[in-house]
C-alpha cells in the first residue's frame, strides 16, 4: 500500500530575470545590451557563443533533419567607466537584480569587489581583462553568464562536436551518428554549460560543438595555490572544514572547471582543498573520480537543479523537516521503485513501505523525493532494472557524522 503523496511534473521553462528596485538615492548602473542577436541567428546568420542543452536536446525532425535545441547564453558586460564611478549608496543590476552598494573595495588587480565580495552572502566581485568592460566572476571563478534567449536549429552535413572535457585532456570528435549512440561512442559526460561548451553556427546551421576544460595548462593540481582541477562527479559532497567530521554543506553535481586556494591533509591522511567560491572544501582524491559504474546518485536538491533539469517530483510528507534527494540516473534505468526500508533480522536492508514506482527513469531526468528523515537510522531505497536489465536496489540515509547523503547498494 503506498503512502499518500502526489506527484508533479517540472519540465525546464524560459523564466525572465525580475528587476528588483533598490534605494532611490544614488546612481544605477545597468549592464550593457547583449551584442549577440539570437532572432538574426535564425535568419541564417552566424555567430560563436556559449550555449546549454542536454544530450535529450539533440533530435530529429520529421523530415529527418537532425537538430538542437538549446539556450544562448552571453557574458553580463558592464562599461569600465561606470564601473570606475561606482560608489556607496549606488545601485547595480547584476544578472537581472538590482542591489545596492553598501560596500565597495577595489584591489591591485583592478577588481571591484562588492558588498564584501564572495566571501559575503549576497557579495559580487567585477573584474576586467580588457580596457573597456568589466564582468561578474560567479563562486565557480567563471564569468557570468545570463540567457538571452532560445534557439532551435538544425546541425550542417559537415557537423562535428569536439569534446576536451575529458581526465586526460585527450581531443575527441565525433559526427552526428554518434550522438545518436552516445553511449557506443563513449560520451560520458551528458551535460553542456555556458561555462564550457561553446556553440558556432554558419549561415544557420549548426556546425561544430566544443566542450573544454577552460584552463587545460591548470588543471593538474600541485604543491602551489591557487590551481584549478576538473570534476566529472555529479555527487561530490562538500564540507565545511578540511575532515569527514566537518559539517555537509552541499554537493557540486555539475561537472566543472573549479579553483583549488589552500590545500590541507587531515588525521586520516586524506588531501582536502578550499574551493575558491569560499562555500567549503573538498576531498581532492574524491574529486579526482568519477561516477563512472553507479548507475544512479543522490544529492540533496537545489532551486537550480530544479530549474535546469527535467524532473518527476515525488513529496511523502509536507512536514518543516521534509528534505528534497535527488535521484540523478547515470544511464536509462526501468521499472523504477523508491521505498522506505527497514531492516532485516540478518541487520540488512528490507522495503517496508513502497512509496512510488516510475516506469522508467531516463538520462537528462531527474527523480525528485520530498521525504523526512527521522533519525540517523532512517533510510529510503530506490530500486531498478539497470542498463544491462539486472536488478540493482539502493539504500539511501544520513551520515551521523557529518549530514552527508550516503548511497548505499544492497541485496
Known amino acids: 500500500m503506498k503512502k499518500a503523496g502526489f506527484v508533479l511534473l517540472c519540465m525546464l521553462v524560459l523564466s525572465f530575470p525580475m528587476i528588483v528596485q533598490g534605494e532611490e538615492s544614488g546612481s544605477a548602473v545597468m549592464p550593457l545590451p547583449a551584442a549577440l542577436d539570437t532572432e538574426a541567428l535564425k535568419e541564417d546568420g552566424s555567430a560563436v557563443f556559449a550555449a546549454e542543452f542536454a544530450i535529450s536536446d539533440f533530435y530529429l525532425s520529421e523530415d529527418g533533419t537532425p537538430r538542437l535545441r538549446m539556450d544562448v547564453y552571453d557574458r553580463e558586460l558592464f562599461d569600465l567607466v561606470d564601473i570606475s564611478l561606482l560608489e556607496e549608496g549606488d545601485t547595480i543590476c547584476l544578472g537581472g537584480v538590482c542591489v545596492t552598494v553598501e560596500a565597495l573595495e577595489r584591489d591591485e588587480e583592478g577588481a571591484v569587489i562588492i558588498n564584501g565580495g564572495l566571501e559575503s552572502e549576497g557579495g559580487h566581485v567585477l573584474i576586467t581583462d580588457e580596457d573597456t568592460v568589466y564582468y561578474e566572476e560567479d563562486a565557480a571563478g567563471y564569468p557570468n553568464y545570463v540567457k538571452i534567449g532560445e534557439l532551435d536549429l538544425a546541425l550542417d552535413d559537415n557537423f562535428t562536436f569536439v569534446d576536451d572535457s575529458g581526465d586526460e585532456n585527450s581531443e ?65 559532497s562538500v564540507f565545511e572544514g578540511p575532515g569527514y567530521d566537518y559539517s555537509y554543506v552541499t554537493a557540486i553535481w555539475s561537472s566543472g572547471t573549479y579553483t583549488i586556494i589552500q590545500e590541507e591533509q587531515d588525521e586520516e591522511g586524506n588531501l582536502w582543498g578550499k574551493l575558491k567560491s569560499g562555500i567549503g ?47 540523478r540516473p547515470n544511464e536509462p534505468l526501468r521499472d523504477v521503485s523508491f521505498s522506505l526500508l527497514d531492516y532485516s533480522e540478518d541487520g540488512s536492508w528490507k522495503t517496508a513501505v513502497e512509496l512510488y514506482t516510475l516506469p522508467e527513469l531516463s538520462e537528462g531526468t531527474v527523480f525528485l523525493a520530498g521525504i523526512e528523515f527521522y533519525g540517523d537510522m532512517t533510510a529510503y531505497g530506490i530500486s531498478f532494472l539497470d542498463a544491462d536489465g539486472l536488478e540493482r536496489s539502493f539504500a539511501v540515509h544520513i551520515s551521523g557524522r557529518n549530514g552527508e547523503l550516503l548511497l548505499d547498494e544492497f541485496e
Open 172 to 236: 575527441m570528435e565525433y559526427v552526428w551518428e554518434d550522438i545518436l549512440r552516445y553511449e557506443q561512442a563513449g560520451i560520458q559526460n551528458l551535460s553542456f554549460s555556458p561555462d564550457d561548451t561553446e556553440v558556432t553556427v554558419e549561415n544557420g546551421l549548426v556546425t561544430n560543438i566544443t566542450r573544454k576544460i577552460l584552463d587545460p595548462d591548470e588543471t593538474a593540481g600541485g604543491d602551489e595555490t591557487p590551481y584549478t582541477i576538473r570534476i566529472l562527479r555529479n555527487d561530490l
Open 281 to 327: 572544501w573538498v576531498d581532492l582524491a574524491e574529486a579526482a573520480e568519477t561516477a563512472a559504474g553507479m548507475p544512479v546518485t543522490a544529492v540533496y536538491a537545489d532551486a537550480q537543479m530544479q530549474e535546469i533539469y527535467r524532473c518527476v517530483e515525488y513529496l511523502a510528507t509536507d512536514s518543516m523537516q521534509m528534505v528534497k534527494v535527488a535521484f
